[in-house]
Antibody, heavy 125, light 111 residues
Framework: QVQLQEPGPGLVKPSETLSLTCAVS????????WSWVRQSPGKGLEWIGY???????KYNPSLRSRAIISVDTSRNEFSLRLRSVTAADTAVYYC???????????????????WGQGTKVTVTS | DIVMTQSPLSLPVTPGEPASISCRSS???????????LNWYLQKPGQSPQLLIY???NRASGVPDRFSGSGSGTYFTLQISRVEAEDVGVYYC?????????FGQGTKLEI
């Protein structure tokens, strides 16, 4: 059974860089797309971005180019770095696996079928 | 960005009774392949979201058949034929047609 493991809760100071890693077990990170999603009381669920092991990445423009998602295939994990954080970045951060569902000659990868347990990040001085 | 709007935001239900949640998108979610790129998730209290429905009406693995999805274009519905106590939580719709992927604001189902 595929599992995603994230670190425990963390504190980050304003203007610094938030760093999170998601360890993947029971699936090769080279097979699927992987995303980061965050959840805050004020903005609900917000997709941050996705990556494929080959280097393909896509980000939410709302983050104004502050996010970078990278992969370490040797460790079967992927990471999020979010720079210049403010209080508005306080949220629970989830890593998520994209689906790979075949139907009538197509492949549907635009659903998140496995989620990590989430890690709470608080931006505070 | 495609805006997703759910209603109602709160849904009190009685076990054994049906329930229905609506989701509207600001643009059509109909892909050129003929499928609607609309997913439903349930976030149970204290848990991460879990995938319920993908491509408008397909149940994810292990999802009971009392859950069903319908609709097309910009209007979608999640229906629970007979609500059970374990169905409590917040339900979200999400569009996967274009990035940035966007979610509805959530509907809290309470018993």
């Amino acid at each position: 059974q595929v599992q995603l493991q994230e670190p425990g809760p963390g504190l980050v100071k304003p203007s610094e860089t938030l760093s999170l890693t998601c360890a993947v077990s029971a699936a090769s990170i080279s097979t699927y797309y992987w995303s980061w999603v965050r959840q805050s009381p004020g903005k609900g669920l917000e997709w941050i971005g996705y990556m494929f092991y080959s280097g393909i990445t896509k980000y939410n423009p709302s983050l104004r180019s502050r996010a970078i998602i990278s992969v370490d295939t040797s460790r079967n994990e992927f990471s999020l770095r979010l720079r210049s954080v403010t209080a508005a970045d306080t949220a629970v951060y989830y890593c998520a696996k994209h689906s790979r569902l075949n139907f009538e000659g197509n492949t549907y990868e635009e659903a998140f079928d496995i989620w990590g347990q989430g890690t709470k990040v608080t931006v505070t001085s | 960005d495609i805006v997703m709007t759910q209603s109602p935001l709160s849904l009190p239900v009685t076990p054994g009774e049906p329930a229905s949640i609506s989701c509207r998108s600001s643009e059509s979610l109909l892909h050129r392949n003929g499928y609607n790129y609309l997913n439903w998730y349930l976030q149970k209290p204290g848990q991460s979201p879990q995938l319920l429905i993908y491509l408008r009406s397909n149940r994810a693995s292990g999802v009971p058949d009392r859950f069903s999805g319908s609709g097309s274009g910009t209007y979608f519905t999640l229906q629970i034929s007979r609500v059970e106590a374990e169905d409590v939580g917040v339900y979200y719709c999400m569009q996967g047609l274009q990035t940035p992927y966007t979610f509805g604001q959530g509907t809290k189902l309470e018993i």
